[in-house]
């Protein structure tokens, strides 16, 4: 084996090795959906006596709630608001939720004031306590507490009067734990907005001309000091920029204060222990929301669903589709470990996707072998390791652009979303990574190895590449005419189109409780009684949508849309009927788990990603290439939102996920397509030129003689960029035949034995697949002639490249 092949292997080895380690030794961690968590229930207080907060403030507490949970690495959480001033957060896998509740629970007021002396005794009945003036202000309106000097005790136990708020949180851009070199205590790094910057930088000036005690700055949360540092810098400098909050903090410590700094101060006071029992924080343990006869039967769906596939793999490309299967494997583990590693929250529909992701991995695979079919059939004398290694090198482009694209999405959802839909893009960049390994890498090793095999080279049939395939030669014998009939597709999409928007507009969308709120009620049941069973009977009561779980004291927790209390009544009935009496042990109303900023970040990051996936493919292709592509994903969402319009199905957060899938596979399988256009296109001119070089050296030498070869002689059989297009989707034909094959095998699988809980989201997924599928086919090459032929910036390549510039157009 040459060099570069060893270090692979080894690349290989010690990468699988370090993966099974991570996999054995880190426990994964489970959403709510199948292992349960803690529910926290927090009571919010107006900032004026004897009222009740307003609902915009209290969505603005559950907006900096959230930004705590995701800063606390818990994902997948829920964070909704709960009748008129109470938050409900539901966290997986949190061990402890009382030090979730100290950092939640904290108003997180961060102030910056000025030490203005030592405190002494002519202050003590003048000057009060810090957190003693801010509860007086809350009691009246007219005392500003944040104007006026204060009380405060340094670290070392020291009385210090500060002067009037320089700084507030609000100022402050971002919070980083540290830990400064050769320190054994943590600090806090924080960074300041250009005013704060400004602000601090006047506060560091004037204290570092000053005396001690004066030449400190207080740093105060929640009205109680954490730290007072001296400023240190000559006088007459300053600050600005950042700075560093220090003092004895631990690791847990500081994580849990840049948590605080960078998820900003709550606008209103969560209530406490001391504000009575009956508002005080409540924690309690709940259930898992799915059944575990719903789990068994989606697992067992998923592992159907991915044998099959990977016996279709293998029927098709035989020994080489074996050794892509065991490629897959490796896929799989390495996904998993860097899942686990990162600490993600594994829900039923993202282990859904993550079995999805296995098929659809099999695609970078296809794609090699399909190329290694071509070279094989045009030079069989080459051998099939030859084949192959140009299959990997013609088909490395669209598998780079396919998954930089899935890549640039990726990206721009984890930066600028929030909650499940920053969670994907999290899960989507670790299944691209991983699936470029297996494909590019691993399964290149294990293929190239076992095609080098002398039995196998004198027997090629066995390795699935010594034929183009039955697909391929059925489209070569009909060489069918899919592009020259694009008004009928397009007309056609359009129809679909029109009446999948009709469906929104007439059924309107069933938004789940993500989007829309509900109802929360905890019942005390008589009779014990498993949440299995209680699905069973709310559901045969007529919600079969309703999320049941378990509380404490084996209590059961019913969660559906905006119900009517005689709705409610119905679901109270049904259970007495099963357990002798239900009691209500609390009845509330939910706020939109999905709705607000959360909502809006999710599609402004959507929007920008394929914005980024456009231009993208306007510089590694042309601009045509983008707006077809965007269109012929574009047909693919509205066409599934339309039918599950139609069909009165859930749109949720899972639907949610199920569309960004959707939208990746589309674009996706446009790529690859495009990728052929591009390749044969530029074939066709690079030809051209050799024919007119050809032709000029011809019409030298025959010059004496009399005879001319005319450029125009020498592009008679040049064909045009419709012929061009047309063969390209026919080649590519047998690749999108075969991986949707394969990825509908556990989409069907799913769907029809993965239970209730999955049937939703797999068939949105099969849906989107196949009019992926098509519109790939049938409708992105369309496009991509009309606009190409119809543009004032796209003229026809024939036309620039086959006329000399010194050429006046003239025949002699």
């Given at each position: 084996?040459?060099r570069?092949?060893?270090?692979?292997?080894?690349?290989?080895?010690?990468?699988?090795?370090?993966c099974?380690?991570?996999?054995w030794?880190i426990?994964?961690?489970l959403g709510?959906?199948?292992?349960?968590?803690s529910?926290?229930?927090?009571?919010?207080l107006s900032?004026k006596?004897?009222?009740?907060p307003?609902a915009g403030?209290v969505?603005?507490?559950?907006?900096v709630?959230r930004?705590?949970?995701d800063?606390l690495?818990?994902s997948?959480?829920?964070?909704?608001?709960s009748?008129s001033?109470?938050?409900?957060?539901e966290?997986?896998?949190?061990e402890n939720?009382d030090?979730a509740?100290e950092?939640?629970?904290?108003t997180?007021q961060?102030e910056?004031?000025?030490?203005?002396?030592?405190?002494?005794q002519?202050?003590?009945g003048?000057v009060p306590e810090?957190?003693e003036a801010a509860?007086a202000a809350?009691?009246?309106?007219s005392t500003d507490?944040?104007?006026?000097?204060?009380a405060?005790t340094?670290?070392q136990?020291?009385?210090?009067?500060?002067?009037p708020?320089?700084?507030k949180g609000?100022?402050?851009t971002g919070?980083?734990a540290?830990?400064p070199q050769n320190?054994?205590?943590?600090?806090v790094?924080?960074d300041?907005s250009s005013?704060?910057s400004?602000?601090f930088?006047?506060?560091?000036?004037a204290?570092?001309c000053?005396?001690?005690?004066a030449n400190?700055i207080?740093?105060?949360?929640?009205?109680?000091?954490i730290?007072s540092?001296?400023?240190t810098?000559p006088?007459?400098?300053?600050?600005t920029?950042?700075?560093?909050i220090t003092?004895s903090?631990?690791?847990g410590e500081?994580?849990d204060?840049?948590?605080?700094i960078?998820g900003?101060?709550?606008?209103?006071?969560?209530?406490?222990?001391?504000d009575g029992d009956?508002?005080a924080?409540?924690?309690?343990?709940?259930?898992?929301?799915?059944?575990?006869?719903?789990?068994?039967?989606s697992?067992?769906?998923?592992i159907?669903?991915?044998?099959?596939?990977?016996?279709?793999v293998?029927?098709?490309?035989?020994?080489?589709?074996?050794?892509?299967?065991i490629?897959?494997?490796?896929?799989?583990l390495?996904?998993?470990a860097?899942?686990?590693f990162?600490?993600?929250?594994?829900?039923l529909p993202?282990?859904a996707?993550?079995v999805l992701?296995i098929?659809?991995?099999?695609?970078a695979?296809?794609?090699?072998?399909e190329?290694?079919?071509?070279e094989f059939?045009?030079?069989?004398?080459?051998?099939?390791?030859r084949?192959?290694?140009?299959?990997?090198?013609?088909a490395f482009t669209a598998?780079?652009?396919?998954?930089?694209?899935?890549?640039?999405?990726?990206?721009?959802?984890?930066?600028?979303a929030s909650?499940?839909v920053?969670?994907?893009?999290?899960?989507l960049?670790?299944?691209?990574v991983a699936s470029?390994?297996?494909?590019l890498v691993?399964?290149?090793i294990l293929t190239t190895?076992g095609?080098?095999?002398?039995w196998?080279?004198r027997n090629?049939k066995?390795t699935g590449l010594?034929s183009v395939?039955?697909?391929r030669l059925w489209?070569?014998?009909?060489?069918?005419r899919?592009i020259?009939?694009r008004?009928?597709?397009?007309?056609g999409?359009l129809?679909?189109?029109?009446?999948?928007?009709?469906?929104?507009?007439?059924q309107g969308l069933?938004?789940?409780?993500?989007?829309?709120g509900?109802?929360?009620?905890?019942?005390?049941?008589?009779q014990a009684i498993?949440?299995?069973r209680?699905?069973?009977?709310?559901?045969?009561?007529?919600?079969?949508e309703?999320?049941?779980?378990t509380?404490d004291?084996?209590?059961?927790?019913v969660r559906?849309g905006?119900?009517?209390?005689?709705?409610?009544g119905q679901i109270?009935?049904?259970?007495?009927?099963?357990?002798?009496?239900a009691?209500?042990?609390s009845?509330?109303s939910?706020?939109?788990?999905l709705g607000?900023e959360l909502?809006?970040n999710a599609?402004?990051?959507l929007v920008l990603?394929?914005?980024?996936?456009?231009i993208?493919?306007?510089?590694?292709?042309k601009?045509t290439f983008?707006?077809?592509a965007?269109?012929?994903?574009a047909?693919?969402?509205?066409l599934?939102v339309?039918?599950?319009a139609?069909?009165?199905?859930?749109?949720?957060?899972?639907?949610?996920a199920?569309?960004?899938?959707i939208?990746g596979?589309?674009i996706?399988?446009t790529i690859v397509?495009?990728?052929?256009v591009?390749e044969k296109w530029?074939?066709?001119?690079?030809a051209r030129?050799d024919?007119?070089?050809?032709?000029a050296?011809a019409?030298a030498?025959s010059?004496?003689?009399?005879?001319?070869?005319?450029k125009?002689?020498a592009?008679?059989?040049?064909?045009?960029f419709?012929?061009?297009t047309?063969?390209?989707v026919?080649?590519?034909?047998p690749r999108?035949?075969n991986t949707?094959?394969g990825?509908i095998?556990?989409l069907?699988a799913?769907?029809?034995?993965g239970?209730?809980?999955?049937?939703d989201f797999?068939?949105a997924l099969?849906?989107g697949?196949?009019f992926?599928?098509?519109?790939?086919t049938l409708?992105?090459?369309?496009?991509?002639?009309?606009?190409?032929?119809?543009?004032?910036f796209?003229?026809?390549?024939?036309?620039?490249?086959?006329?000399d510039?010194?050429d006046s157009?003239?025949?002699?």
């Amino acid at each position: 084996m040459s060099r570069g092949i060893i270090l692979r292997l080894l690349f290989v080895v010690a990468l699988l090795a370090a993966c099974a380690a991570a996999a054995w030794k880190i426990e994964p961690r489970l959403g709510i959906d199948l292992e349960g968590g803690s529910q926290i229930t927090l009571t919010v207080l107006s900032d004026k006596a004897g009222e009740d907060p307003t609902a915009g403030d209290v969505d603005q507490v559950v907006e900096v709630l959230r930004q705590r949970v995701d800063g606390l690495g818990v994902s997948e959480s829920t964070v909704v608001r709960s009748g008129s001033n109470r938050i409900i957060i539901e966290l997986p896998g949190v061990e402890n939720p009382d030090e979730a509740l100290e950092v939640l629970g904290q108003t997180a007021q961060l102030e910056v004031r000025p030490v203005v002396r030592a405190f002494s005794q002519a202050d003590a009945g003048t000057v009060p306590e810090c957190a003693e003036a801010a509860a007086a202000a809350r009691e009246d309106d007219s005392t500003d507490a944040e104007a006026q000097e204060c009380a405060v005790t340094d670290e070392q136990g020291q009385g210090l009067v500060v002067g009037p708020v320089a700084l507030k949180g609000n100022e402050i851009t971002g919070a980083q734990a540290e830990q400064p070199q050769n320190q054994v205590d943590w600090a806090v790094t924080v960074d300041f907005s250009s005013s704060g910057s400004d602000a601090f930088g006047e506060l560091s000036k004037a204290a570092a001309c000053a005396q001690n005690p004066a030449n400190r700055i207080a740093i105060l949360l929640d009205d109680e000091p954490i730290s007072s540092p001296e400023v240190t810098i000559p006088c007459g400098g300053s600050i600005t920029g950042s700075t560093q909050i220090t003092g004895s903090f631990s690791q847990g410590e500081a994580d849990d204060l840049a948590v605080l700094i960078e998820g900003g101060s709550l606008p209103l006071r969560i209530a406490g222990e001391a504000d009575g029992d009956d508002i005080a924080p409540d924690v309690r343990t709940i259930g898992p929301t799915l059944g575990n006869s719903a789990i068994k039967s989606s697992a067992e769906a998923g592992i159907i669903g991915v044998a099959l596939t990977g016996l279709f793999v293998i029927f098709v490309y035989r020994f080489v589709g074996f050794l892509a299967t065991i490629a897959l494997a490796t896929y799989a583990l390495i996904s998993y470990a860097m899942l686990v590693f990162l600490g993600a929250t594994l829900t039923l529909p993202g282990l859904a996707g993550f079995v999805l992701a296995i098929g659809l991995a099999i695609d970078a695979n296809v794609l090699v072998f399909e190329r290694a079919r071509e070279e094989f059939a045009a030079n069989r004398a080459a051998g099939l390791r030859r084949a192959l290694q140009v299959g990997f090198n013609k088909a490395f482009t669209a598998i780079l652009d396919s998954n930089v694209t899935t890549l640039l999405a990726a990206i721009l959802l984890v930066f600028l979303a929030s909650g499940p839909v920053q969670g994907f893009g999290v899960t989507l960049i670790i299944g691209t990574v991983a699936s470029m390994i297996s494909a590019l890498v691993i399964a290149r090793i294990l293929t190239t190895a076992g095609v080098s095999s002398r039995w196998v080279n004198r027997n090629p049939k066995v390795t699935g590449l010594a034929s183009v395939g039955r697909v391929r030669l059925w489209l070569e014998r009909k060489n069918p005419r899919l592009i020259q009939r694009r008004k009928v597709f397009v007309l056609g999409s359009l129809t679909a189109c029109i009446i999948a928007v009709a469906g929104i507009a007439t059924q309107g969308l069933n938004l789940g409780l993500e989007f829309t709120g509900g109802r929360n009620v905890v019942y005390a049941t008589e009779q014990a009684i498993t949440p299995d069973r209680a699905r069973e009977v709310i559901a045969d009561a007529g919600f079969p949508e309703a999320v049941v779980q378990t509380a404490d004291a084996g209590d059961i927790s019913v969660r559906t849309g905006r119900i009517s209390d005689a709705e409610e009544g119905q679901i109270r009935e049904a259970l007495d009927q099963e357990v002798g009496v239900a009691e209500v042990v609390s009845d509330d109303s939910l706020g939109a788990a999905l709705g607000g900023e959360l909502f809006r970040n999710a599609i402004i990051a959507l929007v920008l990603a394929l914005l980024a996936q456009m231009i993208y493919l306007a510089i590694r292709f042309k601009w045509t290439f983008g707006v077809a592509a965007a269109l012929a994903m574009a047909n693919d969402v509205i066409l599934v939102v339309g039918i599950f319009a139609w069909l009165g199905k859930p749109i949720d957060g899972v639907f949610l996920a199920a569309a960004l899938t959707i939208i990746g596979l589309s674009i996706n399988d446009t790529i690859v397509v495009f990728d052929r256009v591009r390749e044969k296109w530029w074939a066709t001119g690079q030809a051209r030129k050799d024919r007119l070089a050809a032709a000029a050296d011809a019409d030298a030498k025959s010059a004496e003689g009399g005879t001319v070869l005319t450029k125009q002689a020498a592009e008679v059989e040049d064909p045009d960029f419709v012929d061009v297009t047309n063969r390209a989707v026919i080649e590519t034909l047998p690749r999108t035949v075969n991986t949707g094959i394969g990825s509908i095998f556990i989409l069907a699988a799913l769907t029809i034995l993965g239970g209730d809980s999955l049937q939703d989201f797999a068939l949105a997924l099969l849906l989107g697949l196949l009019f992926g599928t098509a519109s790939t086919t049938l409708l992105a090459g369309p496009l991509l002639t009309y606009f190409n032929q119809r543009s004032p910036f796209s003229r026809d390549k024939k036309e620039r490249t086959s006329r000399d510039p010194n050429d006046s157009g003239a025949v002699v």
